[in-house]
């Protein structure tokens, strides 16, 4: 098992940026590639980025703008969102894959966090 916990959440002018973290327990992190996906509200939860060790994989609409790490020996996991833009508006989610690639799909994922809100307002 694995357990995340997310933090740095919160609301944002368009334009500005906020770091998400990704706290990991249990089994060993570095085993493990890392994801961060969004849902907004009535959509559907979608792919923001992925990270194996030094493989990144991003969606097109972050391309630019976000940028995903990780630290192996503190089993933490960062999304660095600059330039928000109000369709940023969404609850954010890290993710887990034992399946050592930089997964975009929910179903490659096995182990969720519970998700910290981000707004941006314009």
């Known amino acids: 098992q694995v357990q995340l916990v997310e933090s740095g959440g919160g609301l944002v002018q368009a334009g500005g940026s906020l770091r998400l973290s990704c706290a990991a327990s249990g089994r060993t992190f570095s085993n493990y590639a890392m994801g961060w996906f969004r849902q907004a509200p009535g959509k559907e939860r979608e792919f923001v980025a992925a990270i194996t060790w030094t493989s990144t994989n991003y969606a097109d609409s972050v391309k630019g703008r976000f940028t995903i790490s990780r630290d192996n020996a503190k089993n933490t996991a960062s999304l660095q969102m600059n330039s928000l833009k109000p369709e940023d508006t969404a609850v954010y989610y890290c993710?887990?894959?034992?399946?050592?690639?930089?997964?975009?799909?929910?179903?490659?994922?096995?182990?969720w966090g519970q998700g910290t809100q981000v707004t941006v307002s314009s």
């Open positions: 993710a887990a894959s034992r399946t050592f690639y930089t997964n975009s799909k929910t179903y490659e994922y096995d182990y």
